[in-house]
Nanobody, 123 residues
């Protein structure tokens, strides 16, 4: 059974950094577009970043552009999100997801989802 498991979340002060990982198991996602989303209670999932199957193309939400970096290691079947200069508004549960579509920012285009990891940024 295909599974995505996020890790690396936690509590950090504003201006700090965290690196999220998303480990895939049960099948390879090396041919899939991968993405990160985040969600706060009462709101819809918000697109954060996406990366093509090869890692050669990436796309970011304006709110994280220049601060976050998405990357992947297909040999390890793992997706990453390096988050720098974190701000309180980045507080959310972060989810990784896999899509059979090209780079996509809509959660509707993603077929597999992890269970999420909490990121909390204190001011």
């Amino acid at each position: 059974q295909a599974q995505l498991v996020e890790s690396g979340g936690g509590l950090v002060q504003a201006g700090g950094s965290l690196r999220l990982s998303c480990a895939a198991s049960g099948r390879t996602f090396s041919g899939s577009t991968m993405g990160w989303f985040r969600q706060v209670p009462g709101k819809d999932p918000e697109f954060v970043a996406t990366i093509s199957w090869s890692g050669g193309a990436t796309y970011y939400a304006d709110s994280v552009q220049g601060r976050f970096i998405i990357s992947r290691d297909n040999a390890k079947n793992t997706l990453y999100l390096q988050m720098n200069n974190l701000q309180p508004e980045d507080t959310a549960v972060y989810y990784c997801a896999a899509s059979r579509s090209p780079l996509a920012s809509s959660p509707d285009r993603y077929d597999y989802w992890g269970r999420g990891t909490q990121v909390t940024v204190s001011s």
